[in-house]
T-cell receptor, first 115, second 117 residues
Framework: AQKITQTQPGMFVQEKEAVTLDCTYDTSDPSYGLFWYKQPSSGEMIFLIYQGSYDQQNATEGRYSLNFQKARKSANLVISASQLGDSAMYFCAMSSGGGGNKLTFGTGTQLKVEL | GAVVSQHPSWVICKSGTSVKIECRSLDFQATTMFWYRQFPKQSLMLMATSNEGSKATYEQGVEKDKFLINHASLTLSTLTVTSAHPEDSSFYIC?????????????FGSGTQLSVL
């Protein structure tokens, strides 16, 4: 069985600062994908970044980077230069057999960016 | 841009009625779509996998007769909540993968907030 753990129910960060959202995972599949999604109050799920289990380099997408530490089974999201618009719920998720399949989600981290 | 369209965005219905939610892939064909449910302040829980041309695969604990899924075409999956009750009130959201895209091309609809009175 797959499991995603997000231990931070809520986080605060000041505008323009960087913030790290933690995510650890557990799976017996050798091939898997790790995702981060942003969910604003409107409810939509916005894809942020993806890391495949066989990817050698950490994924980056603009201000988002994924700190993938395979041995520790962690996939932390780093948001640089936080903006007020980054305030939202953030979910870490995992799929088996790479990406594009059904996802197992963590419980989420509510991020609040302050002036 | 948005490539998965979900309709309606919100619906209020009386207890005992049925509600249909549509999920469409706009510019790609999706042989598989996924339906999730999210209670307030909680995570998304997979309900079922919708397979084009065949029966849906339901997750453990999800009532097949309660949540009817039809994937009649490569661009449309529907979720019907039958004989809805207040405990069915929740946020329902679908997702689909663009088979021609990279692994990360898993798109979500905008979700449907269902309130059963």
């Amino acid at each position: 069985a797959q499991k995603i753990t997000q231990t931070q129910p809520g986080m605060f960060v000041q505008e323009k600062e960087a913030v790290t959202l933690d995510c650890t995972y557990d799976t017996s599949d050798p091939s898997y994908g790790l995702f981060w999604y942003k969910q604003p109050s409107s409810g939509e799920m916005i894809f942020l970044i993806y890391q495949g289990s066989y990817d050698q380099q950490n994924a980056t997408e603009g201000r988002y980077s994924l700190n993938f530490q395979k041995a520790r089974k962690s996939a932390n999201l780093v948001i640089s230069a936080s903006q007020l618009g980054d305030s939202a719920m953030y979910f870490c998720a995992m799929s088996s057999g790479g990406g594009g399949n059904k996802l197992t989600f963590g419980t989420g981290t509510q991020l609040k960016v302050e002036l | 841009g948005a490539v998965v369209s979900q309709h309606p965005s919100w619906v209020i219905c009386k207890s005992g009625t049925s509600v249909k939610i549509e999920c469409r892939s706009l510019d790609f064909q999706a042989t598989t779509m996924f339906w999730y449910r999210q209670f307030p302040k909680q995570s998304l829980m997979l309900m079922a996998t919708s397979n084009e041309g065949s029966k849906a695969t339901y997750e453990q604990g999800v009532e097949k007769d309660k949540f009817l899924i039809n994937h009649a075409s490569l661009t449309l999956s529907t979720l019907t909540v039958t004989s809805a009750h207040p405990e069915d009130s929740s946020f329902y959201i679908c997702s689909a993968r663009d088979p021609g895209g990279a692994n990360e091309k898993l798109f979500f609809g905008s979700g449907t907030q269902l309130s059963v009175l």
